[in-house]
């Protein structure tokens, strides 16, 4: 089963943010609705209550969906510079061609395709949006020893990773472990080029990463960052800007502990399916919404 159900991003316009990802990405929007009193407090997010979503899936048809939110995201809010959920990575089928898309859109190339050191089935490339969210764009040309790997059914498929900037690696890593019985893959130290522009930092240096897998499917990459990263500013009482939350599928949700945010309640739209949810935070603040199985 894979556990990735979907990325929830605060953004100044929704409608204008949904016309760029169906435009350039392909995404088809599958639901409009205000968020409710209920659903913003489960998210800890009350001043979120009422603001507009919209809820779209890739062309594929993968039931992995990102969810627009409207926010107005602090002047001092700066991408890949403070903890919590830093980027989202969506699987493509030819990441040149990608490129050569991107360069005409709106979207910011801050990565160009670019084969990584000891990892040659991934072929990334990385953007930022007119929102400031940043996404990354991999063609997978192969499975890893220890996980399988999606492959992309159209030209801009599904999200397949979500990136989470750590404090505490370690911590971290026994959070999921520990809430949601994840099992931690590969640790490598890697240069990572866009860490390193986002803090001006010298351009070899490596930064620590370790992947979460639920049996074979890799869909988390956890990131130490700099000491020089700071918490995200937020409005008061909404969501944070940028990647706010992670959605994930659970096949055992009555053995959760939590704490929840809020008790799980039955819930309707694409994300949810009418299946229970409720939210968690994870170390440094960050939302993680788990979905019951079906």
């Given at each position: 089963?894979?556990?990735?159900?979907?990325?929830?991003?605060?953004?100044?316009?929704?409608?204008?943010?949904?016309?760029?990802?169906?435009?350039?990405?392909?995404?088809?929007?599958?639901?409009?609705?205000?968020?409710?009193?209920?659903?913003?407090?489960?998210?800890?997010?009350?001043?979120s209550a009422g603001r507009a979503s919209i809820t779209l899936q890739p062309s594929s048809g993968a039931e992995?969906?990102?969810?627009?939110?409207?926010?107005?995201?602090?002047?001092?809010?700066?991408?890949?510079?403070?903890?919590?959920?830093?980027?989202?990575?969506?699987?493509?089928?030819?990441?040149?061609?990608?490129?050569?898309?991107?360069?005409?859109?709106?979207?910011?190339?801050?990565?160009?395709?670019?084969?990584?050191?000891?990892?040659?089935t991934i072929f990334p490339m990385q953007v930022r949006g007119p929102d400031d969210e940043i996404v990354f764009?991999?063609?997978i040309n192969g499975d890893l020893p220890e996980n399988d790997l999606p492959r992309a059914a159209s030209l801009?498929?599904?999200?397949?990773?979500?990136?989470?900037?750590?404090?505490?690696?370690?911590?971290?890593?026994?959070?999921?472990?520990?809430?949601?019985?994840?099992?931690?893959?590969?640790?490598?130290?890697?240069?990572?080029?866009?860490?390193?522009?986002?803090?001006?930092?010298?351009?070899?240096?490596?930064?620590?990463?370790?992947?979460?897998?639920?049996?074979?499917?890799?869909?988390?990459?956890?990131?130490?960052?700099?000491?020089?990263?700071?918490?995200?500013?937020?409005?008061?009482?909404?969501?944070?800007?940028?990647?706010?939350?992670?959605?994930?599928?659970?096949?055992?949700?009555?053995?959760?502990?939590?704490?929840?945010?809020?008790?799980?309640?039955?819930?309707?739209?694409?994300?949810?399916?009418?299946?229970?949810?409720?939210?968690?935070?994870?170390?440094?603040?960050?939302?993680?919404?788990?979905?019951?199985?079906?």
């Amino acid at each position: 089963m894979e556990l990735l159900r979907g990325a929830t991003l605060v953004v100044a316009d929704v409608e204008a943010t949904a016309a760029r990802y169906v435009e350039w990405l392909d995404y088809a929007v599958v639901d409009r609705a205000d968020v409710s009193a209920d659903l913003a407090a489960s998210w800890g997010a009350p001043a979120s209550a009422g603001r507009a979503s919209i809820t779209l899936q890739p062309s594929s048809g993968a039931e992995v969906f990102l969810r627009f939110v409207q926010g107005a995201p602090p002047p001092t809010y700066r991408p890949l510079r403070t903890f919590g959920w830093a980027a989202i990575e969506i699987c493509v089928q030819d990441v040149l061609a990608v490129h050569e898309r991107m360069k005409r859109s709106p979207f910011t190339i801050i990565g160009p395709p670019k084969a990584l050191d000891g990892l040659p089935t991934i072929f990334p490339m990385q953007v930022r949006g007119p929102d400031d969210e940043i996404v990354f764009l991999t063609q997978i040309n192969g499975d890893l020893p220890e996980n399988d790997l999606p492959r992309a059914a159209s030209l801009i498929d599904k999200l397949f990773i979500l990136v989470l900037a750590c404090s505490d690696l370690p911590a971290s890593m026994a959070w999921f472990d520990q809430a949601m019985g994840l099992t931690c893959g590969r640790t490598m130290d890697l240069v990572y080029s866009v860490i390193n522009d986002a803090f001006a930092l010298p351009a070899d240096t490596q930064h620590t990463l370790v992947t979460l897998t639920h049996a074979r499917d890799v869909f988390l990459e956890l990131d130490q960052y700099p000491a020089q990263t700071t918490p995200r500013p937020a409005e008061a009482g909404a969501l944070p800007p940028g990647v706010a939350i992670a959605t994930f599928r659970h096949p055992d949700f009555g053995s959760l502990s939590g704490p929840w945010i809020t008790p799980p309640a039955m819930r309707e739209g694409p994300m949810y399916g009418g299946r229970r949810a409720g939210t968690l935070r994870a170390p440094d603040g960050t939302l993680v919404e788990i979905v019951e199985a079906g």
